[in-house]
């Protein structure tokens, strides 16, 4: 046994270790939404021979969840039975109603990795505790209990940017207080719960960034282009522009604002905001931007335009002047691979 837990601890190590590299954006709080609906039979799991399995029970279920990492989770899903075999038979289009929320956990982000957007099949978990309320009779049969969920998920992503998913979950509901119990009876009992097989179709709506789940940045490559360029600018004479004024005279910064961009983006990320926010108000500004040998000679050209505009707009609500703006596609190299450089002007 101490083998098997060292064993799991030496994995997990392994895992995150291997994702080190790797920052993700931080999540907002409308960020990684989706909503669903779906369907299934449940049948009870005290089955003694094949026949007690039918009539199997048909099930409707809408849900809603939140995916706050790309491991882990949090959803809130409503399911209903439309049939009795395990309940009271009661006259009610629904004979149950259950709600529950808990945690979901992604196995194949934790095992495998976040590649930026999901995979196309992915496995995970899902359960909760709840409230399950069962049609009956006023005064013959208790009515509420407390309820738990238990599940696996198998999920297939559609479309390109992933937008809907169709999941696969077989598990167990539980009525943790049994049929006539109390708050002070709760137990996972066989005799009181329901195995299922449910498929959900699920919508996954866009974040403020623009994409469907979460943005990730190569740490590793970022850095590497810093001390690339950083060793080409060493390479260069330390020039000093003087500005003439009637004011007291004032030195020009020497080293240009370097903004580091996510390969084909030209998305401003929080840390590029937080390095254009120290830009000085007092000097006017060339902003000049670059691409990777990646992708057609027009593709290049259109992205190092729009990463030039996007600092410059950016510059411009603070106030700060802007005289050129320009994009240069791929030009000096490796040294300004997903760059924009922020210079001051004569």
Not at 49 to 61: M, Q
Not at 134 to 150: I, R, W
Request: glycine share 8%.
């Amino acid at each position: 046994m101490k083998k098997f837990y060292l064993v799991f601890i030496m994995t997990l190590m392994a895992v995150f270790t291997a994702n080190a590299q790797t920052a993700i954006e931080t999540s907002r709080i409308t960020d990684n939404i989706y909503v669903g609906i779906g369907g299934g039979v449940t049948t009870p799991l005290n089955i003694h021979d094949f026949e007690s399995v039918f009539p199997l029970n048909t099930a409707a279920k809408v849900v809603v969840g939140k995916n706050i990492t790309p491991v882990l989770g949090i959803e809130i899903e409503g399911m209903s039975l439309l049939n009795h075999n395990g309940f009271a038979d009661v006259k009610t289009f629904f004979k149950t109603v259950n709600v529950n929320i808990g945690p979901t956990i992604n196995l194949s982000n934790l095992f495998f990795g976040y590649k930026g957007k999901p995979r196309v099949f992915e496995f995970g978990l899902n359960g909760g505790l709840g409230w399950l309320h069962q049609f009956a009779v006023p005064g013959e049969t208790k009515d509420d209990f407390l309820s738990a969920k238990t599940a696996a998920d198998f999920r297939l992503f559609l479309g390109k940017t992933r937008p809907i998913a169709l999941t696969v979950s077989p598990g167990v509901y539980w009525n943790l207080n049994g049929v006539n119990g109390t708050i002070r009876d709760i137990k996972f009992d066989k005799n009181h719960a329901q195995l299922a097989v449910m498929a959900t179709l699920t919508y996954h709506f866009k974040n403020k960034n623009g994409l469907r789940y979460f943005k990730t940045y190569d740490v590793g490559a970022m850095n590497d282009e810093i001390n690339r360029l950083n060793e080409e600018l060493a390479k260069k004479p330390d020039t000093v522009t003087i500005i003439k004024t009637t004011a007291p005279v004032v030195v020009a910064p020497v080293n240009p604002v370097t903004i580091f961009f996510a390969k084909g983006s030209a998305d401003l990320t929080t840390e590029s905001q937080r390095v254009l926010d120290e830009v000085e108000k007092k000097f006017a500004y060339s902003v000049e931007g670059f691409a990777s040998p990646e992708g057609t000679e027009k593709f290049n050209n259109d992205l190092s335009q729009r990463r030039a505009e996007a600092v410059a707009n950016y510059l411009r609500a603070r106030n700060v002047k802007v005289v050129n703006v320009k994009g240069r596609g791929v030009a000096y190299g490796e040294a300004t691979n997903r760059v924009v450089l922020v210079t001051v002007t004569e």
